[in-house]
Every structure is written in structure tokens, then in C-alpha cells.
T-cell receptor
Framework: TQLLEQSPQFLSIQEGENLTVYCNSS?????LQWYRQEPGEGPVLLVT?????EVKKLKRLTFQFGDARKDSSLHITAAQPGDTGLYLC??????????FGTGTRLKVLA | EAGVAQSPRYKIIEKRQSVAFWCNPI?????LYWYQQILGQGPKLLIQ????????DSQLPKDRFSAERLKGVDSTLKIQPAKLEDSAVYLC??????????FGPGTRLTVT
């Protein structure tokens, strides 16, 4: 059974701080996605990474796919209260089929 | 472009009762997913449709859960009879390409 473990599980930081969230597995994925979910809403796709070692940037968010395509990280620079939410990674085990990670709940305090 | 619609948004039922959730995907999206998200966890795939055919239902508890996607558009997920452990948010998502999923707001089910 493929599992995606995220760490940390919870993170509470002050506005302006930097943070990194990790997504790890013993399985190889063909691609990996990151989502942000706010209370009462469904997850919203932030990025899809496909190639081992790939780095993508979305404003203050930097996403990296591990060289072996088993892990990924999300780095947020100068966090803002608007970044608060549940961050989920999802690995593709085939086309159109994704396994979600355990989630990291981030709270950014003003 | 309208997003994925789900109804109802909230439902409270007693154990052993039945319940149904409805999903209307984004127009033109052939793939539709139902996920179960227990509080504090990531979504777990229950069933995946490609048009009106089932691609994957390996994690669907078939003794109590059923789903259909007639005409390859709308979909319904049913639970009968419900158990306490079915309390969760049920998310519907749709996609047109392999690298995207668009989620609806979910239905929060509470079983008492």
C-alpha cells in the first residue's frame, strides 16, 4: 500500500517567518501535486511536479520534487495570514489516480 | 466556468439510516472522483469514474456504499446503512486532463 507521510502535522508561526513542509514516501510517483484546503472548502490545486529534481515557484511558494520522485517539499517565504490552511500533497500512481498525504495544518499569526 | 457543485452541504443522520450525496462536475470533464475526508486527514479515494464507467472502486465499502454516474455527467454516492465511522466530509472532484483535479466544496456528514 502506498503511503504519503507529511511533516510536520501542525505548524503555527508568526507572519514573516519562513517554513518548509515535507511529503515523504517509500514509493515512486509519476507526478506529485500540492493543494491548499481552507475550512469548509475543497482542496485547491497549487502545482503539479513531474520530473525528478524539478523546482517550481509560485510567488512566495517553492515546490521541489525529489530526485528519486519519492518525496517533495513546499517552502513558503515570508508567510502571511492568508497562507493559513491545510496543505496536502498527492502522488500519482498512474494517470488520473492520486493518493493524498496526511496533511499539514498551517496557521500564520498576524 | 462553473465549478464542481455538490449537495447537500451538510447532513445529519442517525446510524443505520441511509443518505445520498449529489455531484455535478465541471462541464466536459470525463473523470469524476468521490473522496472521503475524515477530520484532520487527507482525502481517501472511494471511487473513480471515466465517463459512466468505473475505473477504480477498490476502497469503496461495497456492503454499504454505492455510486453511479448515469449518462457520464452527474453522480450520486449513497450510504446504506450508515455507521458512526462514516462521519466525514465527502468530496467530489472532476478532471479533463491527468494533471488536474477540481474539487467541490464537499458534503459534511454527521452520523449520530
Amino acid at each position: 500500500t502506498q503511503l504519503l507521510e507529511q511533516s510536520p502535522q501542525f505548524l503555527s508561526i508568526q507572519e514573516g517567518e519562513n517554513l518548509t513542509v515535507y511529503c515523504n514516501s517509500s514509493s515512486v510517483f509519476s507526478s506529485l501535486q500540492w493543494y491548499r484546503q481552507e475550512p469548509g472548502e475543497g482542496p485547491v490545486l497549487l502545482v503539479t511536479v513531474v520530473t525528478g529534481g524539478e523546482v517550481k515557484k509560485l510567488k512566495r511558494l517553492t515546490f521541489q520534487f525529489g530526485d528519486a520522485r519519492k518525496d517533495s517539499s513546499l517552502h513558503i517565504t515570508a508567510a502571511q495570514p492568508g497562507d493559513t490552511g491545510l496543505y496536502l500533497c498527492a502522488g500519482a500512481s498512474g494517470t488520473y489516480k492520486y493518493i493524498f498525504g496526511t496533511g499539514t495544518r498551517l496557521k500564520v499569526l498576524a | 466556468e462553473a465549478g464542481v457543485a455538490q449537495s447537500p452541504r451538510y447532513k445529519i443522520i442517525e446510524k443505520r439510516q441511509s443518505v445520498a450525496f449529489w455531484c455535478n462536475p465541471i462541464s466536459g470533464h470525463a473523470t469524476l472522483y468521490w473522496y472521503q475526508q475524515i477530520l484532520g486527514q487527507g482525502p481517501k479515494l472511494l471511487i473513480q469514474f471515466q465517463n459512466n464507467g468505473v475505473v477504480d472502486d477498490s476502497q469503496l465499502p461495497k456492503d454499504r456504499f454505492s455510486a453511479e454516474r448515469l449518462k457520464g455527467v452527474d453522480s450520486t454516492l449513497k450510504i446504506q446503512p450508515a455507521k458512526l465511522e462514516d462521519s466525514a466530509v465527502y468530496l467530489c472532484a472532476s478532471s479533463r486532463t491527468w494533471d488536474e483535479q477540481y474539487f467541490g466544496p464537499g458534503t459534511r456528514l454527521t452520523v449520530t
